[in-house]
C-alpha cells in the first residue's frame, strides 16, 4: 500500500512539476491565442486534480483497513483472554 501512495505522490510531484513549467508560458503569444498550450494546461490541472482525488481515496482506504485490523486485533486479545479463563476452569475441573 505505501508503495502505491510513493507512487501517487510522485506523480502529483511531476504533474506540479510540469503545471510549474506550463505557468511560465502565456497561452497568447504574439497577440494570437494558443490553443494548444491553453488545453494542456488544463489537461495537466485536470489530471492533478484526478490525482489528488485518487491519493485521498486510498488515503480513506488505508485508514479504513487499519480500523478493521484494530478491531480484529481486540477481539483476538478478547478471545485469548476468555481461553485462558476457560483453560484455567478446565483444569480446576480436572483437579
Known amino acids: 500500500m505505501s508503495r502505491t501512495m510513493s507512487e501517487l505522490e510522485g506523480g502529483v510531484r511531476a504533474l506540479e512539476k510540469e503545471m510549474q ?9 504574439d497577440g494570437k491565442i494558443n490553443v494548444t498550450l ?3 494546461k488544463k489537461r495537466v490541472d485536470r489530471d492533478l486534480d484526478n490525482m489528488l482525488v485518487r491519493i485521498n481515496d486510498h488515503r480513506s482506504l488505508v485508514q479504513d483497513i487499519e480500523k478493521d485490523m484494530n478491531a480484529t486485533d481486540d477481539e483476538r ?3 485469548e483472554e476468555e481461553l485462558k479463563f476457560i483453560e484455567g476452569q478446565l483444569v480446576t475441573t480436572m483437579i
Open 21 to 29: 513549467e506550463l505557468a511560465k508560458q502565456s497561452v497568447i503569444q
Open 38 to 40: 491553453a488545453r494542456k
Open 77 to 79: 486479545v478478547e478471545k
